[in-house]
């Protein structure tokens, strides 16, 4: 079993950065893919960012390919998502999710996740 809490939301001008942290507990964290999805108001979840358990492959939405960057730190069951340059399309409520499987297509919405916090809100202002 592995819970997921995400933090680090907030309210911020375009063209600011955030953090947020997703931490997750249970002794087997490290074993899983991670991923952010965000889902605004009125539209479908969207697939944001995702990372293997080790780290060394990434994949990202189309939308945020060069702006945001996904991380993680096994040793503190920790996985990051830096967002720079943002934009308001980016307000939403951002949840963190983890997974058995790593996939390289996510915009399928052909994928299985075991755990999902429950979201931590960013808010971009023009």
């Known amino acids: 079993q592995v819970q997921l809490v995400e933090s680090g939301g907030g309210l911020v001008q375009a063209g600011d950065s955030l953090r947020l942290s997703c931490v997750g507990s249970?002794?087997?964290?490290?074993?899983?893919?991670m991923a952010w999805f965000r889902q605004a108001p009125g539209k479908e979840r969207e697939f944001v960012a995702a990372?293997?358990?080790?780290?060394?492959?990434?994949n990202y939405g189309d939308s945020v390919k060069g702006r945001f960057t996904i991380s993680r730190v096994n040793t503190k069951n920790t996985v990051y998502l830096q967002m720079n340059s943002l934009k308001p399309e980016d307000t939403a409520v951002y949840y963190c999710?983890?997974?058995?499987?790593?996939?390289?297509?996510?915009?399928?919405?052909?994928?299985?996740?075991?755990?999902w916090g429950q979201g931590t809100q960013v808010t971009v202002s023009s």
């Open positions: 999710a983890a997974g058995r499987n790593y996939y390289t297509d996510y915009e399928s919405r052909r994928y299985e996740f075991d755990y």
């Open positions: 249970g002794r087997t964290f490290s074993s899983y893919a």
């Open positions: 990372i293997n358990w080790g780290g060394g492959r990434t």
